[in-house]
C-alpha cells in the first residue's frame, strides 16, 4: 500500500510559481512511477507529469512542458512539482498518484495510477 500526501498549493499571480509536494510512504517504491494529474472544475482529471522512483527518468505532459519540473527526493521520499510561469488554464485540484511499472501501460495517463493523495488546490489569478 502507497500513501500519497499533498502540499504546496495556493494561490498565484499569473507568471508566478509555486512548488507542490508530496509525501510519499510504502514499501517498494523502486517499483513505482510517480506522477501528478490535474482535475480542473468540470473537467476530467489531466495527467501533468511522471517520473520513475528507480531511474528519475520523466515525461512532462506538452501542456507543461518547459513550465513544470517534476523531480523527486529520494532521502526524504518526496515528489516535487515545480510550477514556474504559471497560467489561468493551470488552476486545479493537482493529485499526486502512483502506480505500479507495468511494461504494458502507459504512464501519461490518468488511468494508470492506483494509488492518490488527496490533492492540493492551486488557484491563479489574472
Known amino acids: 500500500q502507497v500513501e500519497l500526501v499533498e502540499s504546496g498549493g495556493g494561490v498565484v499571480q499569473t507568471g508566478g510559481s509555486l512548488r507542490l509536494s508530496c509525501a510519499v510512504s510504502?514499501?517498494?517504491?523502486?517499483?513505482?512511477?510517480m506522477g501528478w494529474v490535474r482535475q480542473a472544475p468540470g473537467k476530467g482529471r489531466e495527467f501533468v507529469a511522471s517520473?520513475?522512483?528507480?531511474?528519475?527518468?520523466?515525461f512532462h505532459a506538452e501542456s507543461v512542458r518547459g513550465r513544470f519540473i517534476i523531480s523527486t527526493d529520494n532521502t526524504k521520499n518526496t515528489v516535487h512539482l515545480q510550477m514556474n510561469s504559471l497560467k489561468p488554464e493551470d488552476a486545479a485540484n493537482y493529485y499526486c498518484?502512483?502506480?505500479?511499472?507495468?511494461?504494458?501501460?502507459?504512464?501519461?495517463?490518468?488511468?494508470?495510477?492506483?494509488?492518490w493523495g488527496q490533492g492540493t488546490q492551486v488557484f491563479v489569478s489574472s
Open positions: 498518484a502512483a502506480g505500479r511499472i507495468r511494461p504494458s501501460e502507459v504512464t501519461s495517463r490518468a488511468g494508470f495510477y492506483e494509488h
Open positions: 517520473i520513475a522512483w528507480s531511474s528519475g527518468q520523466s
Open positions: 510504502g514499501r517498494d517504491l523502486s517499483q513505482y512511477i
